[in-house]
């Protein structure tokens, strides 16, 4: 993958917690415990990252979690739920942030290697990561597409509010929720993001 194939990154949230993110900024796992929000994250999958330490000494949690493209399995397993969700847009300058990483797949799986961002990004296969569908013949080569296709940008402690440069949403009652909270920042419908699309079949 080539920095100019990155047009924004994508962070998963839910509007509920937009309003404090307009405020704070999006924070890592560990700095947004003591703070009210709605949690996507499931517990097994938490238990396991809360034990990843990277190399600069850090844990995984200590960071925020990006995906390169929304569509991804993280987002199928919760397309029940696309009307509560939004997909910020994020701006692809915090791959210049001192001590951003680059997971090559879903940073919980084992043999997930970690790099130094924006150099890390040479590493990445842009085909798999960018993938509209990462199913195959072959269990485990379908397991290991699934994985790669959440690779990660890591950003630690937390990314600011100005980095945000737009807002994705599925549906009409999203867009209106986004409205009302006046985020500073424009709001698209998309939902073939959130697998909406009459034509996603799985």
């Known amino acids: 993958m080539d920095r100019m194939d990155i047009a924004e990154l994508h962070y998963i949230c839910p509007i509920a917690n937009v309003a404090s993110i307009c405020e704070k ?15 996507l994250a499931l517990p097994e999958v938490q238990s396991l990252r809360e034990t990843v330490p990277l190399q600069d000494g850090r844990m995984l949690h200590d960071y925020v979690n990006l995906y390169f493209h929304a569509r991804n399995p993280m987002m199928y397993y919760r397309r029940e739920q696309h009307g509560n969700l939004c997909v910020l847009r994020i701006s692809d300058s915090v791959l210049d942030i001192q001590g951003t990483m680059i997971a090559d797949r879903n940073a919980a799986r084992r043999q997930t290697w970690f790099r130094p961002g924006p150099e890390g990004l040479r590493y990445l296969n842009r085909h798999l990561v960018f993938a509209r569908d990462w199913t195959h013949r072959d269990p485990e080569r379908a397991d290991y597409q699934k994985a790669v296709k959440c690779a990660e940008v890591l950003v630690p402690h937390h990314v600011s509010s100005d980095r945000i440069v737009g807002a994705y949403v599925s549906c009409d009652d999203a867009y209106y929720d986004m409205m009302a909270l006046e985020v500073p920042w424009p709001v698209t419908q998309c939902p073939d993001i959130f697998f909406q699309e009459e034509s996603d079949v799985w």
């Not at 900024?25 to 949690?39: K, P, T």
């Open 25 to 39: 900024g999006i924070l890592s796992h560990n700095a947004v415990r003591e703070i009210a929000h709605v949690s």
